[in-house]
């Protein structure tokens, strides 16, 4: 390594950062200011993410049989189910079971000793991987010819979904606009530092220099910009989740907010490498746009 070429091209990362104090603060507090705005958000996501699963993930589908299926045609159908790599969870519920269930959940409402026969069929309980598999099964289960009925909440299991596909994709847009405001405001600030040294850069290149030696003291002090206003976002953000994530789960009770299921650690890094990305990229931008035009 040619250490008189790193003090220069260090030396000229420090220059570059500190001769536009005013500028450079300004950047990283706007990156510190959208990362902790972009935390809070990725957390209300990861956390909405957590409670629809937690909710959707509870639909089974209920396969009920028709009385003339025999138990060769019942053992098929057992077998078919799990092998099939969308279904991690199959259970026979037969006649008697589900009479007996219903009378324990019928007790002392209603009286059930009028009742001779039992009128209920045998049924199969299906649980699905993935919730979205759950309406293309179904549909393929009402066409086996020893099912009578097929039922799975259909009309509210799809809202659940389609609620969770919106949301979902307006979460991606706001993150975009965010990184976007972010990276426009850093590319800027590269901008007016490169201006600034106009001169000095146009002496650069009549000696020689190429635009990788021009260009990349100034892509490092993006990276610097970000990382450094990224550190001060999670910073902030740290103390904020200790103190309010607990309260907000007890006092969202009637939600199955699991605080152990969303990310943290993984949301950090994602926050400090989004942080560095944008600053790398802001300058980058700003830079060869000027030795373009140059």
Sequence with gaps: ???????????????????????????????????????????????????????VKQ???????????????????MRKL????????????????????????????????????????????????????????????ESNPS????????????????????????GLGIIVLLLFATALIVYNTIRLTVYARQHEISIMQLVGATNWTIRWPFVFEGV????????????VLWPAYRAFAPKLALNLPFLPLDLAAVPIGSLALELVAIGTVIGMLGSWLSVSRYLKSA
Excluded: C
């Design 1 to 55: 390594m040619d250490w008189g070429k790193a003090r220069f091209f260090w030396g000229e990362v420090a220059q570059n950062f500190t001769r536009n104090l005013t500028m450079a603060l300004t950047a990283i507090g706007t990156v510190a200011v959208t990362i902790v705005v972009l935390g809070i958000f990725l957390f209300a996501r990861s956390s909405f993410n957590v409670v629809m699963n937690a909710v």
């Design 59 to 77: 639909v089974d589908i209920s396969v009920y049989l028709k009385n003339e299926a025999t138990a060769v045609d019942i053992d098929a159908m």
């Design 82 to 141: 799990r092998a099939d790599p969308r279904i991690d969870g199959v259970r026979f519920v037969s006649k008697q079971e589900a009479l007996e269930q219903m009378r324990r959940e019928l007790r002392g409402q209603v009286n059930l000793s009028l009742i001779n026969s039992n009128p209920l069929p045998n049924a199969f309980v299906v649980h699905t991987v993935e919730p979205t598999d759950v309406p293309v099964v179904a549909t393929e289960l």
């Design 147 to 170: 099912v009578a009925l097929v039922n799975y909440g259909s009309s509210t299991t799809e809202k659940l979904l389609r609620v969770r596909q919106v949301l979902s994709a307006i």
């Design 224 to 235: 610097l910009t970000g990382l450094i206003g990224a550190l001060i976002g999670v910073a």
